[in-house]
């Protein structure tokens, strides 16, 4: 299934343009406020008119259709569960609205968001992390054909935004629908995309497979510094109970990683931001750092600040480094050269390792 | 006949009086919920002509509302003719001042309803359309219920306004015992003439019986609704 949106909206001074086809998987949009990433999700489900341009659908045109009849699930920022019913009210709803829904997917829906002891509840009677879990399960049980979350985790501390994206990695591996997620925290963004829009002003200006776009170096001055850098995907071989690190293998090399509770055989992902890179031109000797690994320089972009970007390739795996121009200059970067990057194992924020 | 005994005549004023203001009710609600609908979520040329006659008999004098009902209903009135060729008569009958008690609770139920209409926060609404439910499906599975409260508010108020309606009423019906004798104006025909203190007193104490229990009633059912 995938979703193609070519829309054009026009609200007073404010312009969308965007073209953009979201492949099955978690298509996230990433942008500052006010780029149009909402107003975008909005048009896809037919909460906002569009002016001009076409919904694509698994090959049919929605364009026409009134939110109702359009069958995308929408999960806003805030729950929105209807106060007048209790959970199970709330999560059958849309199949009394004559949503055809399979028997099983309630059962299975409940055992993926860990809903069975909230179904008698009212709202009012849940904290918001639950409330949000319930109205993502209704989302998901009104038979969608695509689900957009606008900033579901938004209105959530730290600490439950870390016990709901456990669920939303599942749901992304669960499912074979589209998935548009708007956010603007790059963290979440690593974890969950399989690809990534990049939005300024109302346009899209960078789109593609989340691990090319998050080591573009062109990509940096949209997704900040701060975000950009690597999403390696591989599986756990080995953990040493002792120590606690895990070795985790790649398509290039192994990872040492601390204090990962995966265990082995497991798939998972694992972000590590370009500032937490060293490189050195020489193969380093008697270091701490338990990450070494050899590559060759692709590209070197030299932002407007003090630092270089750096993109260099270990086997298949693009990787993006920070360093200033300084360094730059003095180690002599070129394309082409080869290099040794330095991880520390302790750069790997634990509760930003997905699955 | 002991004092405490309730005549014919008070027992017909009583059962007229509460037929009145069950019809008057059941007649408001529909299209004071519509009016209300439109007042508080729509946006439309003569949006507050429509609001200021609405409200109209809440600021008239009662008198004159019930003899403009009769320039506009009368058998001579506006509409008489088309009426009578439909073998409806308005005034001086029992649905006549059905129509005036309707006519004098309609802002008051409107406004009830008005107000619950506009605490219901729209985003649920639109949470409801994504989930597949169509605007008519919304309004009855999501907006009704949630205004629920208001509406039995408004009826309850309204049945309270109806019961004691009594200036229109008496201008649009007149007062004959068994047709259009409520309870309202039976104590007012009552209190024409001397001596009848003990049927006052009875007809009054029947009055505080019916306002009191309506009130029981929307309390024990706001109470009910609370709880869900």
């Known amino acids: ?355 | 006949m002991s004092w405490l005994t309730i005549g014919p005549v008070e027992l017909d004023a009583l059962r007229l009086s509460l037929w009145v203001a069950v019809v008057a009710v059941a007649l408001s609600l529909p299209v004071a919920v519509a009016v209300a609908y439109a007042l508080a979520r729509c946006r439309f040329w003569g949006h507050g002509l429509l609001n200021a006659l609405v409200h109209l008999p809440l600021v008239l004098p009662p008198v004159v509302t019930g003899y403009l009902l009769l320039v506009v209903f009368g058998r001579k009135g506006t509409f008489g003719p088309v009426l009578e060729a439909l073998g409806i008569q308005l005034a001086f009958t029992s649905a006549g001042a059905a129509l005036a008690a309707a006519v004098m609770a309609f802002p008051l139920i409107v406004r009830a309803i008005r107000l619950a209409l506009e605490a219901v926060d729209p985003r649920l609404e639109e949470a409801a359309g994504t989930l597949g439910a169509s605007p008519i499906k919304v309004f009855a599975f999501v907006t009704l219920p949630l205004i629920l409260p208001g509406l039995v508010t408004g009826a309850v108020v309204g049945f309270a306004k109806a019961l004691g309606e009594f200036g229109a009423t008496i201008t649009f019906v007149s007062n004959i015992p068994g047709e259009t004798q409520t309870l309202a104006s039976a104590i007012y025909a009552v209190l024409q003439v001397p001596g009848q203190e003990a049927a006052v007193g009875r007809m009054i104490a029947l009055s505080l019986i019916l306002s009191f229990g309506a009130l029981l009633l929307s309390e024990v059912l706001a109470r009910k609704m609370v709880r869900r």
């Open chain 1, 1 to 355: 299934m995938s979703l193609d949106l070519d829309i054009h909206v026009k609200r007073g001074r404010f312009t969308l343009e965007v073209q953009v086809t979201a492949p099955a998987g978690v298509t996230v949009i990433f942008g500052p406020s006010g780029s149009g990433k909402t107003t975008l999700l909005r048009a896809v489900a037919g909460l906002e008119a569009v002016d001009r341009g076409q919904i694509v659908i698994e090959g049919s045109n929605l364009t026409e259709r009134p939110a109702h009849r359009r069958a995308v699930g929408y999960l806003f920022q805030e729950p929105r569960l209807l106060p007048h019913l209790n959970v199970r009210g709330n999560l059958k709803f849309a199949q009394k609205m004559g949503r055809e829904v399979a028997l099983q997917s309630f059962d299975e829906v409940i055992a993926l968001l860990e809903l069975g002891n909230l179904l008698e509840r009212t709202p009012f009677a849940l904290s918001g992390g639950e409330a949000q879990r319930v109205a993502l399960g209704r989302a998901l049980l009104s038979a969608p054909k695509c689900l957009c979350l606008d900033e579901p985790l938004a209105a959530l501390d730290q600490g439950l935004k870390h016990r709901i994206l456990p669920y939303l990695e599942r749901l992304r591996d669960r499912t074979d629908i589209p998935i548009l997620y708007v956010t603007h925290d790059a963290a979440e963004m690593a974890r969950l995309a399989d690809h990534i829009v990049l939005m300024q002003a109302g346009r899209s200006v960078l789109s593609g497979p989340a691990e090319v776009i998050l080591s573009d170096p062109a990509a940096v001055p949209y997704l900040g510094v701060r975000a950009a850098g690597t999403v390696i995907s591989g599986q756990v071989m080995a953990r040493d109970p002792t120590t606690g690190l895990a070795v985790m293998g790649f398509d290039g090399g192994q990872l040492i990683l601390p204090e990962l509770n995966q265990t082995k055989g497991r798939s998972i992902r694992i972000r590590i931001p370009a500032q937490d890179i060293v490189l050195a031109r020489e193969k380093p000797k008697g270091l701490s750092a338990l990450n070494v690994f050899e590559g060759t320089i692709t590209q070197l972009h030299a932002g407007q600040g003090p630092g270089v970007m750096v993109q260099f390739k270990t086997g298949e795996t693009l990787f993006l480094a920070r360093v200033t121009q300084y360094s730059a200059q003095k180690m002599g970067l070129a394309v082409g050269q080869t290099i040794f990057a330095i991880v520390k194992a302790t750069a790997f924020d634990p509760t930003g390792i997905g699955t």
